[in-house]
């Protein structure tokens, strides 16, 4: 069907269900959605690509004031009805600029990486393991969780705190299985007032759209009941912090089989030559993807091995790759079939991260380099002499350590081009010094009276 009369029946689809408005929908940096508001009558100009704007108002948007604006192309495949507005129609959108693909748009990164996969017969799936917090504001101007029972060492998977959550969360399970997102799970996680959401995979891109508006979703729900949704990493210093794992596999595009999967692996975790391949590439330039897919200086207050009342915090800490063990910043979960990212988290920019991840795995799978053995032990019990005898290197510790890594990988600029990483590169590099000049109450209260 040609693509006019596909948006002209969407048009009318729309309008037949009450749809008044339209968000197409881009992002910033920071993966946050973005847009003007089109009323429904100018759905073809729209889809067009009408609606301006300048990157310039925007996070990592590399444009200059006096530069041409840019345009949302909306993907008509991703019309989303918000289930908590129903006048209202969301669309990812690609940005162009003077009638052709705006390079640095993120959407766009990500599908220049999945067109190279593609040239070599592989569909990328993903799966994003969606972990946030719902909390609501407090008398002191601080926050506590919806749920009013004395806190738990060990609050993951405790029904009592599910349930007391229970009148948002079911609203939003319910509105993402109206967008057909097909919830499988959900569940109180390890941290105070934390949720984790699974929701069946999808291709690369639709993951990524699924994310982002999930965000917003997940946000909007909550403030109808009176609660904020965060994806601040970790909100509190002694609780496990949010991730975002990357659960990624190959298919052959022409029969859709998983190509990652073999019931014939000698290593014992029945993933095939290619999906080693894949890994040993993500390897290569884990700590530059680090610095993308944990973007914030509280990421790596999560990235670490003890901080949890609980015990472990469940993070990854080292650039290594094993069986089902969660120790691993690369892990195999059973039976096989795909790769698990661990150290991504709920503020990364999906359309981003996942190009850096698949970029690197591609660029593994091309040289078919290997990753060596898995790690089946405990990572986290490891000496800094055992991890050097093994060859095992930390995740940067810091913003600051990622930032470099990313810095002096050209893998960034592959991915993103030039101009996308440059203004990332500005960017962070103010957020990481205007945290290291802060001076925190932490500081105060240790030194102000010490001398």
């Given at each position: 069907?040609?693509?006019?009369?596909?948006?002209?029946?969407?048009?009318?689809?729309?309008?037949?269900?009450?749809?008044?408005?339209?968000?197409?929908?881009?992002?910033?940096?920071?993966?946050?959605?973005?847009?003007?508001?089109?009323?429904?009558?100018?759905?073809?100009?729209?889809?067009?690509?009408?609606?301006?704007?300048?990157?310039?108002?925007?996070?990592?948007?590399?444009?200059?004031?006096?530069?041409?604006?840019?345009?949302?192309?909306?993907?008509?495949?991703?019309?989303?009805?918000?289930?908590?507005?129903?006048?209202?129609?969301?669309?990812?959108?690609?940005?162009?600029?003077?009638?052709?693909?705006?390079?640095?748009?993120?959407?766009?990164?990500?599908?220049?990486?999945?067109?190279?996969?593609?040239?070599?017969?592989?569909?990328?799936?993903?799966?994003?393991?969606?972990?946030?917090?719902?909390?609501?504001?407090?008398?002191?101007?601080?926050?506590?969780?919806?749920?009013?029972?004395?806190?738990?060492?060990?609050?993951?998977?405790?029904?009592?705190?599910?349930?007391?959550?229970?009148?948002?969360?079911?609203?939003?399970?319910?509105?993402?299985?109206?967008?057909?997102?097909?919830?499988?799970?959900?569940?109180?996680?390890?941290?105070?007032?934390?949720?984790?959401?699974?929701?069946?995979?999808?291709?690369?891109?639709?993951?990524?759209?699924?994310?982002?508006?999930?965000?917003?979703?997940?946000?909007?729900?909550?403030?109808?009941?009176?609660?904020?949704?965060?994806?601040?990493?970790?909100?509190?210093?002694?609780?496990?912090?949010?991730?975002?794992?990357?659960?990624?596999?190959?298919?052959?595009?022409?029969?859709?089989?998983?190509?990652?999967?073999?019931?014939?692996?000698?290593?014992?975790?029945?993933?095939?030559?290619?999906?080693?391949?894949?890994?040993?590439?993500?390897?290569?330039?884990?700590?530059?993807?680090?610095?993308?897919?944990?973007?914030?200086?509280?990421?790596?207050?999560?990235?670490?091995?003890?901080g949890s009342m609980s015990g472990f915090t469940w993070a990854p800490v080292?650039?290594?790759?094993?069986?089902?063990?969660?120790?691993?910043?690369?892990?195999?979960?059973?039976?096989?079939?795909?790769?698990?990212?661990?150290?991504?988290?709920?503020?990364?920019?999906?359309?981003?991260?996942?190009?850096?991840?698949?970029?690197?795995?591609?660029?593994?799978?091309?040289?078919?380099?290997?990753?060596?053995?898995?790690?089946?032990?405990?990572?986290?019990?490891?000496?800094?002499?055992?991890?050097?005898?093994?060859?095992?290197?930390?995740?940067?510790?810091?913003?600051?350590?990622?930032?470099?890594?990313?810095?002096?990988?050209?893998?960034?600029?592959?991915?993103?081009?030039?101009?996308?990483?440059?203004?990332?590169?500005?960017?962070?590099?103010?957020?990481?010094?205007?945290?290291?000049?802060?001076?925190?109450?932490?500081?105060?209260?240790?030194?102000?009276?010490?001398?």
């Amino acid at each position: 069907m040609a693509k006019k009369a596909v948006t002209d029946d969407l048009a009318a689809t729309l309008t037949r269900r009450g749809v008044r408005f339209l968000i197409p929908s881009y992002v910033d940096m920071h993966g946050v959605s973005k847009s003007k508001m089109v009323p429904i009558d100018h759905f073809a100009d729209m889809m067009a690509g009408s609606e301006l704007c300048t990157g310039a108002a925007l996070d990592g948007v590399p444009q200059e004031i006096h530069d041409e604006e840019i345009s949302a192309h909306p993907d008509p495949s991703s019309c989303a009805v918000l289930p908590w507005r129903r006048d209202t129609a969301w669309f990812a959108s690609d940005l162009w600029c003077e009638g052709r693909p705006f390079e640095p748009c993120s959407r766009n990164i990500l599908k220049r990486v999945l067109a190279r996969a593609d040239a070599i017969g592989f569909k990328v799936n993903v799966g994003i393991e969606a972990e946030f917090f719902v909390l609501r504001d407090s008398a002191d101007g601080g926050y506590v969780p919806v749920s009013t029972r004395k806190h738990l060492e060990k609050p993951a998977y405790d029904v009592r705190r599910l349930i007391d959550n229970l009148d948002w969360i079911g609203e939003l399970v319910a509105a993402m299985n109206e967008l057909g997102w097909d919830v499988f799970s959900f569940d109180h996680e390890d941290g105070i007032g934390q949720f984790e959401i699974d929701f069946t995979y999808a291709d690369a891109l639709r993951m990524a759209d699924r994310y982002v508006l999930f965000r917003l979703l997940a946000g909007e729900i909550a403030r109808k009941h009176g609660h904020f949704a965060t994806f601040m990493p970790k909100p509190y210093p002694d609780r496990a912090g949010s991730g975002a794992h990357y659960n990624i596999s190959f298919a052959d595009k022409r029969t859709g089989k998983n190509v990652f999967a073999s019931e014939r692996d000698p290593r014992g975790c029945k993933l095939s030559s290619i999906g080693y391949q894949f890994i040993a590439g993500v390897l290569r330039h884990m700590p530059a993807i680090n610095a993308v897919i944990a973007p914030t200086v509280n990421s790596y207050k999560r990235l670490i091995i003890r901080g949890s009342m609980s015990g472990f915090t469940w993070a990854p800490v080292y650039v290594c790759y094993g069986n089902n063990n969660r120790t691993n910043t690369v892990r195999i979960p059973l039976p096989g079939k795909r790769v698990e990212i661990r150290s991504a988290d709920s503020a990364c920019n999906p359309y981003l991260g996942l190009a850096m991840a698949i970029a690197a795995g591609l660029e593994g799978v091309e040289q078919r380099l290997d990753p060596g053995d898995p790690h089946t032990e405990n990572m986290y019990l490891k000496s800094d002499a055992e991890l050097e005898a093994l060859g095992v290197k930390r995740l940067p510790r810091s913003l600051g350590d990622a930032i470099d890594a990313f810095a002096g990988d050209a893998l960034g600029a592959s991915v993103m081009g030039e101009k996308m990483r440059e203004a990332w590169l500005a960017y962070k590099r103010e957020e990481w010094q205007s945290y290291v000049n802060h001076v925190s109450d932490w500081e105060k209260s240790r030194y102000l009276k010490m001398f």
